[in-house]
């Protein structure tokens, strides 16, 4: 029985935790992590998502204290969302010179300065009186080439302002092109462009618009977010906003994509930045306060698994968490 045991026993490296250690194929580190920022009107605002506990609406002033701990825990990006004011039917409030996100820019970079990069989310759903991410046209139709002027001025207004990035996240054809021509032309030529490539029309984004307060007020968008379905339209959708010049390549949900993140990784050598979405992220929190899963494993575990699958960058609610749990 021992002549004939296969020589090559793979337990012999796990038997410590200083041999798991040495070989270990995939570290997540902080420098990884991306946190989402959701900024609001007022003063003193920190606000509860109810569908996202432990996440927050907060006014500018609170925001700003929200990265001064961020960057303390090692997190050396954000990505700012925008709740204006008011909306209209264009989505001004997303390009105003004194909208929201772009004080908010203002406000970080004036406390934390280089410490911190600011990336804008750059699209019209938050801003828009509909919640479409574009112009609707008759019939409730949403129109790509008018939307895409808008987008890219957005992404100039944010530019303008401050932001390290912007981050078209529309889905509309063409757009990175747009945003770029309007980034060189103003001379913003050394602005990048973390393009949400492949964004699927997906059910986890539910939370997000709660908390984003976007959620569309007739219709989906499933005319210009992808058909989950389609891995092959995925692979072109990177293809595309790569040649028009996107530094960065989302893949948007980060979970039930790793089979795309993983393909995008083969395909193209621009870094990848996967979106672990609100709705993933209020899975986790609901099994935890169940008492079903141990939190803090789970989110290592599921984190790890977005890095390991070839995201280069993780968008996600747990940056805070996963710090503090890097720092041990």
Not at 207 to 219: I, S
Not at 262 to 285: D, F, N
Request: glycine share 8%; hydrophobic share 45%.
């Amino acid at each position: 029985m021992t002549a004939q045991f296969p020589i090559r026993r793979l337990r012999r490296m796990r038997m410590t935790p200083i041999l798991r250690d040495m070989v270990r194929e995939t570290a997540l580190d902080v420098a990884d992590l991306i946190a989402p920022v959701f900024v609001c009107p007022g003063e003193r605002v920190r606000r509860e998502i109810p569908s996202m506990p432990g996440v927050f609406n907060l006014s500018i002033d609170q925001a700003v204290e929200e990265c001064r701990v961020l960057v303390g825990l090692g997190i050396r990006a954000v990505l700012l969302f925008g709740i204006p004011e008011q909306k209209d039917d264009q989505g001004s409030g997303a390009w105003l010179e004194h909208g929201i996100v772009q004080r908010a820019i203002r406000a970080i970079r004036d406390a934390l300065g280089d410490t911190i990069v600011l990336i804008a989310d750059t699209c019209l759903c938050e801003y828009t009186s509909h919640g479409h991410c574009g112009v609707v046209g008759e019939g409730g139709k949403i129109l790509n080439d008018p939307s895409i002027e808008l987008i890219a001025r957005t992404a100039l207004s944010q530019a303008r302002a401050g932001a390290d990035i912007v981050a078209p996240s529309d889905m509309f054809d063409g757009r990175v092109g747009a945003i770029r021509r309007a980034l060189d032309g103003a001379g913003f030529t050394d602005t990048p462009i973390m393009s949400y490539a492949v964004k699927f029309a997906s059910a986890f984004y539910g939370p997000f618009r709660d908390a984003a307060q976007g959620a569309p007020k007739f219709g989906d968008r499933k005319s210009h977010q992808m058909d989950p379905a389609n891995a092959r339209e995925a692979l072109e959708e990177a293809r595309l906003d790569a040649a028009e010049g996107a530094d960065i390549l989302i893949v948007k949900p980060a979970l039930t994509q790793l089979d795309t993140i993983a393909a995008v990784r083969r395909e193209l050598p621009h870094p990848i930045a996967a979106y672990h979405v609100s709705g993933e992220y209020a899975m986790l929190k609901a099994a935890a306060r169940n008492g079903w899963i141990d939190e803090a494993a789970a989110v290592h575990e599921t984190t790890l698994a977005i890095k390991r699958a070839g995201a280069d960058l993780i968008i996600t609610y747990f940056a805070a968490a996963l710090a503090k749990q890097l720092m041990k």
